[in-house]
């Protein structure tokens, strides 16, 4: 099986910064597209920001500028830098990963548990 854990949520000011973590382990062949999602409070969840195993990325509208995301493929790590924090980035922020398990293998998506991030004085 495979698990994502997140971690690197917390508490922060406005204007602050916070990077996030997700590690990917288990039964990984091939991670193809590794992504962020946040689900405010009464919110639907969604998309923040997705980066290809060859480093091409893209982000919401709210968050460019701000945030940046990158990933290690040799650890299975994906992280997001958070700058310019604001009160709208509060949210639960959940890594989500697309891989193959195995060579030519089909491509399966798994979540992890999120991580609470709140923005506030």
């Known amino acids: 099986q495979v698990q994502l854990v997140e971690s690197g949520g917390g508490l922060v000011q406005p204007g602050g910064s916070l990077s996030l973590s997700c590690a990917a382990s288990g039964s990984i062949f091939n991670i193809y597209t590794m992504a962020w999602y946040r689900q405010a409070l009464g919110k639907q969840r969604e998309l923040v920001a997705s980066i290809t195993s060859f480093g091409s990325t893209t982000y919401a509208d709210s968050v460019k500028g701000r945030f940046t995301a990158s990933r290690d493929n040799a650890k299975n790590m994906l992280y997001l830098q958070m700058s310019s924090l604001k009160s709208e980035d509060t949210a639960v922020y959940f890594c989500?990963?697309?891989?193959?398990?195995?060579?030519?293998?089909?491509?399966?998506?798994?979540w992890g548990q999120g991580t609470q991030v709140t923005v506030s004085s």
């Open positions: 989500n990963v697309k891989l193959s398990r195995r060579a030519f293998g089909p491509q399966y998506d798994y």
